[in-house]
T-cell receptor
Framework: AQSVTQLDSQVPVFEEAPVELRCNYS??????LFWYVQYPNQGLQLLLK??????LVKGINGFEAEFNKSQTSFHLRKPSVHISDTAEYFC????????????FGTGTRLLVSP | SAVISQKPSRDICQRGTSLTIQCQVD?????MFWYRQQPGQSLTLIAT?????????ESGFVIDKFPISRPNLTFSTLTVSNMSPEDSSIYLC????????????FGPGTRLTVL
């Protein structure tokens, strides 16, 4: 079965520091990859997505992610975080079967402190 | 992207009762989905709801427990039947604007607590 692994359940970081949230997936077929953010008491918002082409994807709020096929990873990065980036971040995979079934990771809580 | 609303935003229900959650979209969309997010966990797909056909349920979810309606291209409902405390979760609807669309957009969610 396909799976998505987010190894870090929580990542504490100081404001203006860089951050990387890790995501690995298991699949032998081509995939679509997504990062969603969930702010407290809100729904999910799409941060960025990888479908094909350039492996470095830029999203909203200064986030970017790099698709690494050999390592089956799609890590999310931001060079300088803000307090407002405190949220839950979910990595998700669509196995590109045409059925649009998203498989989500368990999420990483980013805690930004002053 | 489409604007998605859900009603109610939250509810507290008694064991054994049922709750119907509504998902409204401000434009016509082909595919809608229902997810469950249990406390402290990730999202799990319950079913896919396409207008004009029966909902397709994922493993572990059944129509008797989670009946879904999709009467038109802008609206869907999910009912959580005969609730137990284990059903306490956030329920989210999402949509894809067309078959083969690469991105899903999510509603704000309904936070359900079952006592």
């Amino acid at each position: 079965a396909q799976s998505v692994t987010q190894l870090d359940s929580q990542v504490p970081v100081f404001e203006e520091a860089p951050v990387e949230l890790r995501c690995n997936y298991s699949s032998s077929v081509s995939v679509y990859l997504f990062w969603y953010v969930q702010y407290p008491n809100q729904g999910l918002q799409l941060l960025l997505k990888y479908l094909s082409g350039s492996t470095l994807v830029k999203g909203i709020n200064g986030f970017e992610a790099e698709f690494n096929k050999s390592q089956t990873s799609f890590h999310l990065r931001k060079p300088s975080v803000h307090i407002s980036d405190t949220a839950e971040y979910f990595c998700a995979v669509d196995m590109n079967t045409g059925f649009q079934k998203l498989v989500f990771g368990t999420g990483t809580r980013l805690l930004v402190s002053p | 992207s489409a604007v998605i609303s859900q009603k109610p935003s939250r509810d507290i229900c008694q064991r054994g009762t049922s709750l119907t959650i509504q998902c409204q979209v401000d434009s016509q969309v082909t595919m809608m989905f229902w997810y469950r997010q249990q406390p402290g966990q990730s999202l799990t797909l319950i079913a896919t709801a396409n207008q004009g056909s029966e909902a397709t349920y994922e493993s572990g979810f059944v129509i008797d427990k989670f009946p879904i309606s999709r009467p038109n291209l802008t609206f869907s409902t999910l009912t959580v039947s005969n609730m137990s405390p284990e059903d306490s979760s956030i329920y989210l609807c999402s949509l894809a604007t067309s078959v083969g669309s690469d991105t899903q957009y999510f509603g704000p969610g309904t936070r359900l607590t079952v006592l």
